[in-house]
């Protein structure tokens, strides 16, 4: 096992009905006046917003609110968001709603103290301090409840960056599971394969017989068993609160633990794709780069990824371990070639630079630009 | 799943080498004098000893040193180290042992604050703050250095009792599993079987489908690989390292996420069967007991056991689970019945009736008298 530093100081409530609480979090911390940050307003019609409202104005928590985060978030609203910010004095971010909103939120929380907070992404000003941020989790996918990570989209430029601090660490997110329960299918699958991508990020780059890799498995069968049983039972809320906490382990450190910081070439190539294609939702776009990485990189770790192979998918080599992976995001319904996504052939070469731009790509297997292009034609050839 | 709160700031700093950290990471948090508070001189056989204060001594942090903490460590040591903190006005407590050190030390670090720290265990006064408390552990089995916990013993009125409190969290832990590679086999199990212990006293509350529970089968078979594997070759790192992060992921809140507050009734009844024989380590205490607890409780939550056992311990059906369980801990050369500890059957009165002072007994199945003497007849009878 490698060494490693493990520290995430956000609490977590966790359950049906925690949404009420959100106020006297708040107060109880000593913030006054927030900004509500939110999405296209689903959560006006589950029932979240009315919840979230109601609990604030009991505990005497003021606030103002920023509507109209989308998929793929964009610099533009975060500029607004921080504006706004300044502009009313809060002292505190809420984010209610899925990763977009969740990362924009942080990026409004470090931004507000930063001259550009484009320039944190593109790493020529540092963070170093954010307001408190407080989440109210309405789609669990991304595990940015309960972690320092940010993703944020310069559509203009093609540009889809992250960024990471310890001042970004969420004080306090709720999950409740139960608003869950009327998400599309769509989504939920999104969900499910965007959590399991997160675990296969650092799932590699260890030794079968890691704790951490033990733990990855058994957090990869229980998103999978809960995403089979949604599709079933959409409304089976067990399943639901076993995928969001599953989805939650994937990306909080415990999934890292020992595992260096991870591979992340495929959220790299992801980020391409969608830069280009803004249309793409992220897991989509992980669903069907994933396995071709696999399939390209397997020899850089034999040992664990043909474990990955027999411990998550009863499978026997790494080869039947991605036609498995495949055959689920089949019945899933999700993409599994660049085709499906709408993205043609012919646009990989431009890809692929753009891909380029985030270096270094790859710590298990370096990545060149032949590299990207040939990953990306496996996953043009999918089927 | 159940709704739960995880929140859990303790850092860790895990792996090889890691132990000349400690200085700088108490130095840059400001403290300037620290209790050392340490156990019967065996930190000083491996090195430990010499590379904390040299680094201390590096970061200009000032010391006072207590040695003499014990297996099942009790009351006296923690007032003599109390005592003593008062008297050389130290700002932090560094605890460098096992669980039994680092349990004192959470002790002193709330007795300093408190009229009589007994009194905390009684339920009589009241926790609210504590010192900043450092630890580096040279012994994986309590859980201690990631979280709120301690137990300590009262030997003149044989009681054995725990507190928690968030400010008993430690700051900051390192573990360094090279420093275990050379502790006796006898050390090696308990650590091995108390960490079990701790995933066990949660793991029932669960049903089979529960991500948490998922985990804790994960943790648990890397446990019991890597004291196989320990069997075998002693100084293996990587087993080692498995064991150590497995223990900590035992008891730091992730093996109880959804599983309320878990059960531990067994080691109730363990605390009681070593306030009476102080000799009986905890872990063989518990070997012997947590068998026998399932055996009797099996039908509150029929299930969870049979999946227990299937998937632990690739049996069919919880009797031949617990034939397993008691196979392996033979193998390891641990204790299997109450004999074996140096408990005569005709002390089980006694023991039960020290064990039906603390309440409530049980939670998945609340014990009463009767029932603790059933089940401490099973671990009688044992073989």
């Given at each position: 096992m490698n060494n490693f530093s493990f520290h995430n100081p956000t609490q977590i409530l966790f359950g049906k009905g925690t949404i009420p609480q959100i106020g006297e979090e708040i107060a109880r911390r000593g913030?006054?006046?927030?900004?509500?940050l939110a999405g296209s307003g689903s959560i006006k019609q589950n029932g979240v917003y009315d919840q979230t409202v109601q609990s604030l104005e009991a505990a005497g928590i003021a606030r103002v609110e920023c509507w109209g985060v989308q998929?793929?978030?964009?610099?533009s609203k975060v500029r607004e968001a921080i504006d706004l910010c300044r502009a009313e004095g809060v002292d505190a971010v809420l984010a209610v709603g899925g990763g977009s909103v969740l990362d924009s939120a942080k990026a409004v929380a470090c931004g507000f103290y930063l001259n550009d907070v484009w320039a944190a992404y593109e790493k020529t000003e540092a963070i170093t301090k954010a307001l408190p941020l407080y989440t109210i989790l309405t789609l669990s996918a991304t595990g940015s409840e309960m972690n320092m990570f940010s993703v944020l989209t310069k559509p203009e430029e093609h540009k889809k960056w992250a960024i990471g601090h310890p001042s970004l660490y969420p004080v306090l997110s709720i999950v409740d599971p139960a608003v869950q329960t009327s998400l599309p299918w769509r989504q939920t699958v999104c969900g499910g394969v965007d959590s399991l991508s997160h675990i296969m990020e650092f799932y590699f780059i260890g030794k079968p017989t890691d704790t951490t890799v033990a733990v990855n498995t058994a957090v990869s069968r229980t998103i999978i068993e809960a995403v089979d049983q949604l599709q079933r039972e959409p409304g089976d809320y067990d399943s639901r609160a076993s995928l969001a906490w599953g989805s939650t382990l994937a990306l909080n450190g415990i999934s890292g633990c020992g595992l260096n910081?991870?591979?992340?070439s495929t959220h790299q190539l992801e980020h391409a794709v969608s830069a280009h294609?803004?249309?793409?939702?992220h897991a989509e776009g992980l669903a069907v780069l994933f396995p071709a990485w696999i399939e390209y990189c397997e020899a850089a770790n034999p040992d664990t990824f043909a474990h990955w192979a027999q411990a998550?998918?009863?499978?026997?080599?790494v080869a039947d371990g991605i036609d498995a992976f495949r055959d689920r995001l089949r019945q899933w319904e999700a993409p599994v070639s660049l085709a499906d996504l709408g993205v043609k052939r012919e646009e990989i070469p431009a890809i692929a630079d753009t891909a380029m731009?985030?270096?270094?790509?790859?710590?298990l297997r370096p990545l060149s630009r032949e590299d990207v292009v040939n990953i990306l034609e496996i996953a043009a050839n999918a089927s």
């Open positions: 913030e006054k006046k927030v900004l509500l998929a793929n978030p964009v610099l910081f991870g591979e992340w294609h803004p249309d793409v939702a998550v998918w009863d499978s026997n080599g731009l985030t270096q270094p790509l790859g710590s």
